[in-house]
């Protein structure tokens, strides 16, 4: 496994979205995935955790050296100050309206009736700061009949359309992703919508309440593509692009692997078969097209399998590099920490936590040019913040 030089904490915001302040009372991966884009970015994002409950139920999932870091936690939560509070207790309560006076965001995915129940409704947090955005991430939208429904990943890829792909590819059973894809998507619908209600408020339009409902940005995520024969009315009933729901769509094999290759326009789909050794299938009418390629989608993937396992993977990567058409070697889990590119781009850093411990972390990946994102301080234990965040007594 590759080695990087261990950095450490170096306490400096610079995103675009420094002098944001931020209280996030989200818990999971839904919310802490939308802060953090923020919290990468600058914002100064206060974490607000049930002191009733133990703090965030991620803290507890999975290995990890101090008991209250679990490593999705610890991936989500970085840049973030935690603070422990209560909201049953009046002192707490308290202290989070103090907290909202001065803040720029409000954001939580707590089922709205309960915060409205705490005094913590959109309302209350506007009455103490009326240019506050207020982002509540919920599971549905608050007119529709499922509004009341608890969300969670499981329920949203079923919902939505999306496990059905895999029964639609496979001709089996449908399935889950495997991978926290709706709620990671959902969480990227969040922090879009924060940026956009502060640039509005920029814009003099004041705070407002924003409103995140899983089950439609997830759904409008899969049915981009998806609508496909369904696009047009009356359409022709057919759902799910053709080309991503065909079972032949995979890395193909190798003489010593897996590879991925994707010729586009015409002239890569016609030098890839001269170098396949079989220059005459792009005159076959079922490929010489995109359109018609598009049709006999299988039959093309079928066809560049017997192809590819001829040659090794670096041999097809040479090959395809000198005649620009896109491939990638296909990479398993472990092999993405010694992937070349990603080793240059310092896309996975070593740390030392303040703690004392080591841990890997991932760079955020979108570059500004005069306001870099960065991480600038390690996952935080409950409650560590308090006294900076509150004030000692």
């Given amino acids: 496994m590759a080695a990087w030089p261990v950095l450490e904490w170096d306490g400096e915001r610079t995103g675009p979205l420094k002098g944001i302040k931020v209280l996030d009372m989200s818990t999971v991966v839904l919310g802490p995935f939308a802060t953090l884009q923020l919290a990468d970015l600058g914002a100064e994002v206060i974490k607000i955790e049930n002191a009733a409950g133990g703090g965030d139920i991620m803290r507890r999932a999975g290995d990890n050296p101090t008991g209250d870091l679990g490593p999705i936690f610890a991936s989500l939560n970085r840049n973030k100050k935690s603070v422990a509070l ?19 965001v409000f954001f939580h995915n707590v089922r709205m009736a309960g915060m409205e129940r705490l005094g913590l409704g959109y309302e209350a947090l506007k009455a103490v700061n009326p240019e506050i955005v207020y982002v509540h991430c919920a599971g549905f939208g ?52 924060v940026t956009a209600a502060l640039l509005a408020r920029a814009n003099g339009h004041g705070g407002q309440f924003v409103q995140v409902p899983m089950f439609e940005c997830f759904t409008w995520f899969n049915m981009v593509e998806n609508l496909w024969g369904n696009t047009y009315i009356p359409g022709n009933g ?55 390629r598009l049709v006999n989608t299988a039959e093309l993937y079928a066809t560049i399998e017997e192809s590819t396992a001829l040659k090794t993977t670096d041999q097809w990567l040479e090959l395809l590099d000198a005649n620009n058409i ?15 590119h990603l080793k240059a781009v310092d896309f996975f850093e ?44």
């Fill in 142 to 193: 608050a007119d529709g009949p499922y509004a009341k429904r608890q969300a969670y990943d499981d329920i949203i890829q079923a919902a939505s359309g999306f496990a059905a792909l895999f029964e639609m590819r496979d001709a089996g059973r449908p399935q889950y992703a495997p991978t926290l894809v709706a709620d990671k998507v959902s969480g990227l619908f969040a922090a879009n919508a």
């Fill in 238 to 292: 057919k759902l799910a692009y053709t080309r991503s729901v065909n079972p032949r769509r995979r890395p193909y094999p190798t003489k010593d692997g897996y590879i991925a290759i994707v010729p586009y326009v015409d002239n890569q789909w016609e030098r890839f078969f001269e170098l396949a050794g079989r220059p005459n299938i792009f005159q076959d009418p079922r490929f010489s097209t995109y359109e018609a």
């Fill in 86 to 104: 209560d909201a049953s207790i009046a002192e707490d309560k308290a202290a989070i309206l103090a907290l909202a006076a001065e803040a720029d």
């Fill in 326 to 340: 896109p491939a990638m070697r296909y990479n398993r889990m472990a092999d993405m920490f010694d992937d070349p």
């Fill in 350 to 393: 070593e740390r030392e936590a303040k703690a004392g411990y080591r841990y890997r972390s991932m760079r955020h990946p979108v570059h500004y040019s005069a306001t870099p994102a960065s991480i600038y301080a390690d996952p935080p234990s409950l409650d560590a913040d308090r006294d900076e965040v509150l004030g000692s007594e």
